[in-house]
């Protein structure tokens, strides 16, 4: 940002007086090439507003007695696929081979043994076999999603639960029709915001469906009956109530175009072999 690093002074008066619109175009250079899907700037426990790092407080069981409210989209990982591997060719499948799978694995859990990382890529072409030619494409995508969020996802929840706090899960399991990118990429990181926040018609404009209109109002519901109340409402007029997780259970609320339903998480078993594998619960990136 053109700013002097040999006096700590004139460098923070050099940052002070550029731009706030200039930060995010330079935050990602501060990190490691190596590490390219961390992120560059976290909250920093300073002993009194943030007395430690979110996922130790969550262990020691020192979070707040809050409702909480926690989920994940169907294809977490496919923008992160999309920006993070900008060399392959994603669109055409069969180009997809084992050496992309792995290339993918090293960047997303760097500083794995060579074995782990092997391990990890077999374990999810197996898991993947059903996606064909594909299989490869769909474990790089499911391998960034977990262990970069949904993992992370189900663990906050279990730690959550097993405080006694009450916790509300979900699994968005719907693509927008007027999504503009690639079909491949399903439902991305953050497909349920518009809903949440009833701004469809301005993301998708005018290509969303009667049905999608119906989805984004269930899902305001959710969300103005969860801040008023902390406890998410299911359907109109509704007097049940979204069921709390349990972590026994492990049960997500399916939220689509189709009536919601409890469902065990899809990627349970996944984020249970990536703990395994890696001898502990996949951590929050930030920690």
Avoid at 69 to 90: D, K, Q, R, W
Avoid at 104 to 117: C, F, I, K, N, S
Avoid at 159 to 168: M, T
Avoid at 253 to 275: G, H, M, Y
Wanted: glycine share 8%; proline share 9%.
């Amino acid at each position: 940002m053109g700013c002097s690093n040999g006096n700590n002074t004139a460098l923070v008066g050099c940052l002070q007086g550029k731009e706030p619109g200039e930060f995010p175009k330079h935050e990602f250079s501060v990190l490691n090439r190596k590490k390219q899907l961390g992120l560059p700037f976290v909250p920093t426990p300073d002993g009194d507003f943030l007395p430690d790092t979110p996922p130790r407080l969550l262990k020691a069981k020192q979070s707040q007695p809050i409702p909480v409210a926690v989920g994940f989209t169907s294809n977490e990982g496919s923008y992160i696929l999309y920006f993070a591997a900008p060399s392959v060719s994603l669109e055409n499948a069969s180009s997809i081979g084992w050496e992309e799978l792995l290339q993918m694995v090293r960047l997303v859990v760097p500083g794995v043994p060579e074995e782990a990382v092997q391990t990890i890529a077999r374990w999810y072409i197996q898991e993947g076999e059903e996606q064909g030619e594909a299989r490869y494409r769909w474990a790089m995508e499911k391998i960034a999603g977990d262990y970069v969020v949904v993992c992370p996802v189900l663990e906050m929840a279990r730690q959550e639960a097993e405080a006694g706090n009450p916790v509300y899960t979900y699994h968005f399991a719907h693509r927008s029709s007027g999504l503009s990118a690639p079909e491949w990429t399903g439902a991305p990181h953050g497909s349920e915001l518009p809903y949440e926040f009833g701004t469809l018609a301005s993301v998708v404009g005018s290509n969303h469906t009667e049905a999608e209109v119906e989805l984004s109002r269930r899902v305001l519901q959710y969300a103005v009956a969860y801040a008023w109340s902390g406890k998410p409402m299911v359907g109109e007029g509704s007097e049940k109530k979204w069921p709390s997780y349990d972590p026994a259970k492990q049960n997500f609320e399916r939220v689509s175009l189709q009536p919601p339903k409890a469902e065990k998480a899809p990627p349970a078993s996944r984020c249970e072999f990536l703990a395994s594998l890696l001898s502990k619960k996949p951590k929050a990136l930030g920690e």
